[in-house]
């Protein structure tokens, strides 16, 4: 059973403050890593994607990916109390071409 | 340039009834996938539709299907509906089939009484 973990928080940090989000998971060939934001009561939305090893930064945001540690995080500086929301890490399932297998979400709620 | 749309947003059934949702990719998007949303599940997929044809799917009874029309518009219906269907039904769509960058529609929550 392919798997992929997240704490589901609440994580709560302070406005201005960086968020750290983690994901960690099992599949070993999988290539390609996804991070989706879901308001309550929305749908997600794609935030980030990630293909190699290191760091990418959109933003405000940055994606890191370890393979070999099968680690994916997301970094969120000077967070905005919009930026509260569930934050899904999704993982390419290496099996079958396109298909995402999804954590279950860490709620992060940003004080002002 | 118009979203996903997903349609009926709500509906509510009883058990053992089937139902049938409805979805319109962005234009130009060729690849549908269904996911099912559930609090204590999370997203899973159920199934990708690609060029009318079922690409991949899921790990959920023979009661969940679906189709692909000629237009991108895909369908899932699920039969003979229990308690533990109830959940919001996400459809999303994308570019091809090989990439992991989806756009969702807003999804259709049933409820099944």
């Known amino acids: 059973q392919k798997e992929v973990e997240q704490n589901s928080g609440p994580l709560s940090v302070p406005e201005g403050a960086i968020a750290s989000l983690n994901c960690t998971y099992s599949d070993r060939v999988s290539q390609s890593f996804f991070w989706y934001r879901q308001y309550s009561g929305k749908s997600p939305e794609l935030i980030m994607s990630?293909?190699?090893?290191g760091d990418k930064e959109d933003g405000r945001f940055t994606a890191q990916l370890n393979k070999a540690s099968q680690y994916v995080s997301l970094l969120i500086r000077d967070s905005q109390p919009s930026d509260s929301a569930t934050y899904l890490c999704?993982?390419?399932?290496?099996?079958?071409?396109?298909?995402?297998?999804f954590g279950k979400g860490t709620k992060l709620s940003v004080k002002p | 340039k118009a979203g996903v749309t997903q349609t009926p947003r709500y509906l509510i059934k009883t058990r053992g009834q089937q139902v049938t949702l409805s979805c319109s990719p962005i234009?130009?998007?060729?690849?549908v996938s269904w996911y099912q949303q559930t609090p204590g599940q999370g997203l899973q997929f159920l199934f990708e539709y690609f060029s009318e044809t079922q690409r991949n799917k899921g790990n959920f009874p023979g009661r969940f299907s679906g189709r692909q029309f000629s237009n991108s518009r895909s369908e899932m219906n699920v039969s003979t509906l229990e308690l533990g269907d109830s959940a919001l039904y996400l459809c999303a769509s994308s570019l091809s089939m090989t990439t992991g960058e989806l756009f969702f529609g807003e999804g259709s929550r049933l409820t099944v009484l």
């Open positions: 990630i293909y190699s090893n």
């Open positions: 999704a993982v390419e399932d290496g099996g079958s071409q396109g298909n995402l297998i």
């Open positions: 234009s130009g998007h060729r690849s």
